[in-house]
């Protein structure tokens, strides 16, 4: 009898507790953010080199999705392909059409083209774009914004409001049709219309990073000032990995750039409705799990095709194919940091792997091809270093994991035995010792300097100039300067045992 009991007393807390925290959510978010102009899917590196991501592939994944889900974009959406920029961002109206998104927003990369332009995007997108702080400078709002949304989704009442910095418009040309008003005064606005008319959850879309300013409200302070936020999806960082934590109750979340897959937060509600629990997971969108939805890849395949025509002429040449590596020394990084060094007549020229996407062909070299081998819009940057701190960054370097820094104008012996910090034996610079107590003109990207990737040590520099040039534009010049591109000489990282 004892045993009875205790098996119906195990039953009722094993049930109580599924009642608690079922496996299965009741509502799905989905975020896609940082798209950045890389909508198809393609041979990751950082998936051992797996076809994965893109719009066909999103569309496959959310066809199988059996639990009800509501579909979200955070914006900068075109920055580093000739796809993305060349249509100025509108291929999203077009390949993303067939896609359930229920509400979209801009950010500061997505400004790069004035408000004209922008604005015709709002105007015919699929979705529309949450704009809690923004409006026309009539006071009005622009044609296909909303100030919020209010979304029923598998029976819950879901508020969605977005949020950009005012920062954004500093420096930005055709803008002036717009304003931006600060954050903190119109998400507690907006939250509480959206409570009034019964939201169960509110999520928060945040563009609130703005590029060179430390000034800008965070998402943590964000959460921390406005009550009743559950959810920040946040966009425009531009990092590849995902991203997650809390402040208080409210989930923060960043998808991860470059649409190799979507991030998810499950919504957990107790029998009366009250949200009870927010988890992320990092959904990597594997073609082979899930397919490509074959209208989607149409799309894109068209918009591929129509940007690639006028991109396909001649603007150099290579003797060889160069190629990359993120773990090692590269034939192509020794050639983009050659090129870099010579356009800053700088000392030295460091250049990150990660950013040195494909191969340079031998033979003819395309505009689209340049695009290929470097799609981010990443600004050289001018740095004057002590000889001291130059020798800790190249120290931290053999640290970075997966994007092995390539380098020009030095010769550095080390030693892949020691201990962290004590690897670098020697540095020439310009075939001279390098002077702990000398200065140094030394050229990398702003990405670099901002810790993309690992690369941090920069930071501790004399001076700082961002130059406002791209790299791609300096590789360019670099290719048409002379009419055949030579191989670039290797054996710059020297291991000795």
Same mark, same amino acid.
């Given at each position: 009898m004892?045993?009875?009991?205790?098996?119906i007393?195990?039953?009722?807390?094993a049930f109580?507790?599924?009642?608690?925290?079922?496996?299965?959510p009741?509502?799905?978010l989905?975020f896609t953010a940082?798209?950045e102009?890389?909508?198809?899917a393609?041979?990751?590196?950082?998936?051992s080199?797996e076809?994965?991501?893109g719009?066909s592939?999103?569309k496959?994944?959310?066809d199988?999705q059996?639990?009800p889900? #509501?579909?979200?974009?955070?914006g900068?959406w075109?920055?580093?392909t000739?796809?993305?920029t060349?249509?100025?961002g509108?291929?999203f109206n077009s390949?993303?059409?067939a896609?359930?998104?229920?509400?979209?927003?801009?950010t500061?990369?997505?400004?790069?083209y004035?408000?004209?332009?922008l604005?015709?995007i709002?105007?015919t997108s699929?979705a529309?774009?949450?704009?809690? &702080?923004?409006?026309?400078?009539?006071?009005?709002?622009p044609?296909g914004?909303?100030?919020? #949304?209010?979304q029923?989704v598998?029976?819950?009442?879901?508020?969605?409001?977005?949020l950009?910095?005012?920062?954004?418009?500093?420096?930005?040309?055709?803008m002036d049709?717009i304003?931006?008003?600060?954050?903190?005064?119109?998400?507690?606005?907006a939250?509480q219309?959206?409570?009034?008319q019964?939201?169960q959850?509110?999520?928060a879309?945040?563009?609130? &990073?703005?590029?060179?300013?430390d000034y800008?409200i965070t998402?943590?302070?964000?959460?921390?000032e406005?009550?009743?936020?559950?959810v920040i #999806?946040i966009? &425009?960082?531009?990092?590849e990995?995902?991203?997650?934590?809390?402040?208080g109750?409210?989930?923060?979340?960043?998808?991860?750039?470059?649409l190799?897959?979507v991030?998810q937060?499950?919504?957990?509600?107790n029998k009366?409705?009250?949200l009870t @629990?927010a988890?992320?997971q990092?959904m990597?969108?594997?073609r082979? @799990?899930y397919?490509?939805?074959?209208?989607?890849?149409a799309q894109?395949?068209?918009?591929?095709?129509a940007?690639?025509?006028?991109?396909?002429?001649q603007i150099?040449?290579s003797e060889?194919?160069l190629?990359?590596?993120?773990n090692?020394?590269?034939?192509?990084?020794?050639w983009?940091a050659?090129? #870099?060094?010579?356009w800053?007549?700088?000392d030295?020229?460091?250049?990150n792997?990660?950013?040195?996407?494909?191969?340079?062909?031998?033979g003819?070299?395309t505009?689209y091809d340049?695009y290929?081998?470097?799609?981010?819009?990443d600004?050289?940057t001018?740095?004057t270093?002590r000889?001291?701190?130059?020798?800790?960054?190249?120290e931290?370097?053999l640290?970075?994991?997966d &994007?092995?820094a390539?380098i020009?104008?030095?010769?550095?012996?080390?030693?892949p035995?020691?201990p962290?910090?004590?690897r670098v034996?020697?540095?020439?610079?310009?075939?001279?010792?390098l002077?702990?107590r000398?200065?140094?003109?030394v050229a990398?990207?702003?990405?670099m300097l901002?810790?993309?990737?690992?690369?941090?040590?920069?930071?501790?520099s004399l001076?700082?100039?961002?130059?406002?040039?791209?790299?791609?534009?300096?590789?360019?010049?670099?290719?048409?300067?002379?009419?055949?591109?030579?191989?670039?000489?290797?054996?710059?990282?020297?291991a000795?045992p």
């Amino acid at each position: 009898m004892k045993k009875i009991v205790c098996l119906i007393t195990l039953t009722i807390l094993a049930f109580l507790s599924a009642c608690k925290h079922p496996e299965q959510p009741s509502v799905n978010l989905f975020f896609t953010a940082d798209i950045e102009g890389v909508f198809w899917a393609r041979p990751e590196p950082q998936y051992s080199n797996e076809v994965t991501g893109g719009l066909s592939v999103l569309k496959a994944f959310l066809d199988k999705q059996t639990t009800p889900f #509501l579909l979200l974009d955070g914006g900068n959406w075109f920055a580093q392909t000739p796809e993305g920029t060349l249509t100025q961002g509108a291929y999203f109206n077009s390949a993303a059409a067939a896609l359930p998104y229920a509400g979209r927003l801009f950010t500061e990369q997505d400004l790069a083209y004035g408000w004209d332009s922008l604005s015709k995007i709002i105007k015919t997108s699929p979705a529309p774009f949450v704009l809690s &702080n923004v409006t026309l400078n009539n006071g009005k709002l622009p044609a296909g914004a909303k100030p919020y #949304l209010l979304q029923e989704v598998g029976g819950y009442k879901i508020g969605v409001i977005g949020l950009i910095s005012p920062l954004a418009l500093a420096n930005k040309q055709r803008m002036d049709a717009i304003s931006i008003y600060p954050e903190i005064e119109a998400a507690r606005q907006a939250v509480q219309q959206l409570r009034d008319q019964g939201a169960q959850v509110i999520v928060a879309l945040t563009a609130l &990073n703005t590029s060179g300013d430390d000034y800008s409200i965070t998402e943590a302070e964000l959460a921390e000032e406005v009550e009743g936020i559950d959810v920040i #999806l946040i966009s &425009n960082l531009d990092r590849e990995a995902a991203e997650v934590t809390r402040q208080g109750k409210t989930l923060l979340v960043y998808p991860g750039a470059r649409l190799d897959g979507v991030g998810q937060v499950k919504l957990f509600f107790n029998k009366n409705g009250e949200l009870t @629990d927010a988890q992320f997971q990092d959904m990597a969108l594997y073609r082979r @799990d899930y397919g490509e939805n074959t209208d989607v890849l149409a799309q894109i395949e068209n918009v591929r095709r129509a940007v690639q025509a006028p991109m396909n002429h001649q603007i150099g040449r290579s003797e060889k194919k160069l190629t990359g590596n993120l773990n090692a020394e590269s034939s192509l990084g020794d050639w983009a940091a050659d090129c #870099l060094r010579k356009w800053a007549k700088a000392d030295a020229a460091i250049v990150n792997s990660a950013a040195l996407r494909d191969v340079l062909p031998k033979g003819q070299v395309t505009q689209y091809d340049l695009y290929k081998v470097y799609p981010y819009a990443d600004h050289v940057t001018l740095l004057t270093m002590r000889g001291d701190a130059l020798l800790h960054a190249l120290e931290a370097e053999l640290s970075v994991i997966d &994007n092995f820094a390539q380098i020009a104008g030095l010769q550095v012996r080390y030693n892949p035995a020691l201990p962290a910090g004590r690897r670098v034996l020697s540095v020439l610079v310009n075939n001279k010792p390098l002077q702990l107590r000398g200065t140094y003109r030394v050229a990398i990207t702003d990405h670099m300097l901002a810790g993309g990737a690992g690369h941090d040590a920069f930071i501790d520099s004399l001076e700082f100039k961002n130059t406002q040039v791209e790299m791609r534009t300096v590789l360019r010049l670099c290719l048409t300067s002379t009419k055949v591109n030579a191989a670039p000489q290797g054996g710059r990282w020297s291991a000795q045992p």
